[in-house]
């Protein structure tokens, strides 16, 4: 948006990260080189259809060998699955170490979205295979799962590192963990809609989405709409009958913690105290029952929009209250809503009719940044990247919630709401 604070300054030139942030290895023994192809491909298994997607036999047959031939480089599925997360695990941590060279928190942020958006524009043009989404590191065994989230988790401690003043304490860092996740959900979320840019405009995407977030969303305090948790709860018991609700709230919990795959109809029964014969008689598969949790996911979205609209009041006031009312539902015991990583369970005819949905959700969340552009009560800010870094901001308050001490963890929905109508540098969070 020409004029915008999303062309906001702070991103410098830099030279590219090092081999270790994703790009295939031209060096290395034979087997080396052909474990990294597989692990290459594999990632995009993983992107397309989930961990527990992932067979053995397709990987083989795109890499040109035999299913037998692949056990020599990976004796299991799983095996095979932490490597792949491995490898994108290293190539954050190097774009982390790269960008924590820069000369304060905000500059170091800014390079990092850079070298981020630098990858991504790489393996969109072709030039490099993609890295495998970390979202489903929970569909991994129980041992790879672990050592994959530990892993993770090292990674959260640098990215936090960023974002302290240097040098920054321990407590300094722990401080800025919850500001850090908010982060890399924001950049991992950018692969459900990078690929609508093209790779030269993704220089400019990087600046804009980074303006956003370091500087919020709002130019001052808004006046917080105090009815949000009642509100949030009035429109969850929109279901009908009740058993109804409860039973997709169950569902939806038990698919986003587990994954589709993962996420039985015995573990689901299990959570209901039904038995699986009661929930075959709602549906005849196992697909339509994750269609449900979709569509019940939409409408409970658009009725929360819905209601915000209906009660007036200025555009700032009606995005403030959106937003946390949105993050309010996924947090609360009403809620959660479907995560996107379900979507890669879907069949792919499926998948385009609950995309074309998610897409007229963020088309209206982005005229809703847009009135308040004009009204002057939101800053000038690309209102398309807007509405993204609000559904992911939506998307991940689960897991943000993770990282918050309980006292601060009883407020979730302002606490994730706040970073991003303020900005993540902003004195007005109580966690920075």
Same mark, same amino acid.
């Given at each position: 948006?020409?004029?915008?604070?999303?062309?906001?300054?702070?991103?410098?030139?830099?030279?590219?990260?090092?081999?270790?942030?994703?790009?295939?290895?031209?060096?290395?023994?034979?087997?080396?080189?052909?474990?990294?192809?597989?692990?290459?491909?594999?990632?995009?298994?993983?992107?397309?259809?989930?961990?527990?997607?992932?067979?053995?036999?397709?990987?083989?047959?795109?890499?040109?060998?035999?299913?037998?031939?692949?056990?020599?480089?990976?004796?299991?599925?799983?095996?095979?699955?932490?490597?792949?997360?491995?490898?994108?695990?290293?190539?954050?941590?190097?774009?982390?170490?790269?960008?924590?060279?820069?000369?304060?928190?905000?500059?170091?942020?800014?390079?990092?979205?850079?070298?981020?958006?630098?990858?991504?524009?790489?393996?969109?043009?072709?030039?490099?295979?993609?890295?495998?989404?970390?979202?489903?590191?929970? =569909? !991994?065994? @129980?041992?790879?799962? &672990? *050592?994959?989230? /530990?892993?993770?988790?090292?990674?959260?401690? +640098? $990215?936090? #590192?960023?974002?302290?003043?240097?040098?920054?304490?321990?407590?300094?860092?722990?401080?800025?963990?919850?500001?850090?996740?908010?982060?890399?959900?924001?950049?991992?979320?950018?692969?459900?809609?990078?690929?609508?840019?093209?790779?030269?405009?993704?220089?400019?995407?990087?600046?804009?989405?980074?303006?956003?977030?370091?500087?919020?969303?709002?130019?001052?305090?808004?006046?917080?709409?105090?009815?949000?948790?009642?509100?949030?709860?009035?429109?969850?018991?929109?279901?009908?009958?009740?058993?109804?609700?409860?039973?997709?709230?169950?569902?939806?919990?038990?698919?986003?913690?587990?994954?589709?795959?993962?996420?039985?109809?015995?573990?689901?029964?299990?959570?209901?105290?039904?038995?699986?014969?009661?929930?075959?008689?709602?549906?005849?598969?196992?697909? =339509? !029952?994750? @269609?449900?949790?979709? &569509? *019940?996911?939409? /409408?409970?979205?658009?009725?929360?929009?819905? +209601? $915000?609209? #209906?009660?007036?009041?200025?555009?700032?006031?009606?995005?403030?209250?959106?937003?946390?009312?949105?993050?309010?539902?996924?947090?609360?015991?009403?809620?959660?809503?479907?995560?996107?990583?379900?979507?890669?369970?879907?069949?792919?005819?499926?998948?385009?009719?609950?995309?074309?949905?998610?897409?007229?959700?963020?088309?209206?969340?982005?005229?809703?940044?847009?009135?308040?552009?004009?009204?002057?009560?939101?800053?000038?800010?690309?209102?398309?990247?807007?509405?993204?870094?609000?559904?992911?901001?939506?998307?991940?308050?689960?897991?943000?919630?993770?990282?918050?001490?309980?006292?601060?963890?009883?407020?979730?929905?302002?606490?994730?709401?706040?970073?991003?109508?303020?900005?993540?540098?902003?004195?007005?969070?109580?966690?920075?």
């Amino acid at each position: 948006m020409p004029g915008s604070e999303g062309d906001g300054e702070g991103l410098r030139t830099a030279p590219r990260a090092a081999a270790s942030d994703g790009r295939q290895r031209k060096g290395g023994s034979k087997r080396e080189r052909r474990r990294a192809e597989l692990v290459a491909i594999a990632s995009a298994e993983i992107n397309e259809h989930g961990v527990r997607g992932l067979v053995l036999a397709d990987v083989a047959e795109r890499a040109g060998m035999t299913k037998a031939n692949l056990t020599y480089y990976f004796r299991r599925k799983e095996d095979l699955a932490a490597a792949c997360f491995d490898r994108a695990i290293d190539a954050y941590k190097a774009m982390i170490a790269d960008a924590s060279a820069a000369a304060d928190p905000e500059a170091r942020l800014a390079e990092l979205f850079r070298l981020y958006f630098d990858q991504a524009a790489r393996v969109q043009a072709g030039e490099e295979s993609p890295l495998a989404i970390l979202s489903d590191i929970r =569909a !991994l065994e @129980e041992t790879e799962q &672990e *050592r994959a989230v /530990a892993r993770y988790g090292e990674m959260l401690l +640098a $990215a936090a #590192a960023l974002l302290a003043p240097q040098p920054a304490s321990e407590g300094e860092i722990l401080r800025s963990v919850p500001r850090a996740q908010m982060i890399l959900v924001q950049l991992f979320w950018s692969a459900a809609w990078s690929s609508q840019y093209a790779p030269d405009d993704y220089p400019q995407v990087a600046r804009r989405l980074f303006a956003i977030l370091a500087r919020g969303l709002t130019p001052g305090e808004p006046g917080w709409n105090g009815d949000w948790a009642r509100r949030a709860k009035e429109i969850a018991h929109g279901d009908s009958p009740d058993d109804r609700a409860e039973f997709f709230r169950t569902a939806t919990r038990e698919i986003n913690r587990l994954g589709f795959r993962g996420a039985s109809i015995d573990r689901i029964a299990a959570g209901m105290k039904l038995t699986k014969g009661a929930i075959y008689h709602h549906f005849d598969t196992k697909d =339509a !029952l994750l @269609e449900a949790c979709f &569509e *019940r996911s939409f /409408a409970h979205m658009w009725r929360i929009i819905r +209601a $915000a609209e #209906a009660d007036g009041g200025s555009p700032q006031g009606q995005l403030v209250t959106v937003i946390v009312a949105l993050v309010a539902f996924q947090t609360g015991d009403e809620g959660p809503f479907l995560r996107d990583t379900a979507l890669t369970a879907l069949r792919s005819e499926r998948r385009a009719v609950v995309l074309g949905e998610w897409n007229r959700i963020i088309l209206h969340l982005a005229a809703m940044v847009t009135e308040g552009i004009a009204a002057g009560e939101v800053r000038a800010v690309d209102a398309l990247l807007a509405a993204q870094a609000i559904s992911a901001t939506v998307n991940a308050a689960d897991e943000i919630n993770r990282f918050l001490p309980e006292n601060l963890a009883r407020n979730i929905a302002e606490l994730c709401a706040r970073p991003l109508l303020f900005g993540v540098f902003s004195e007005k969070l109580p966690f920075a």
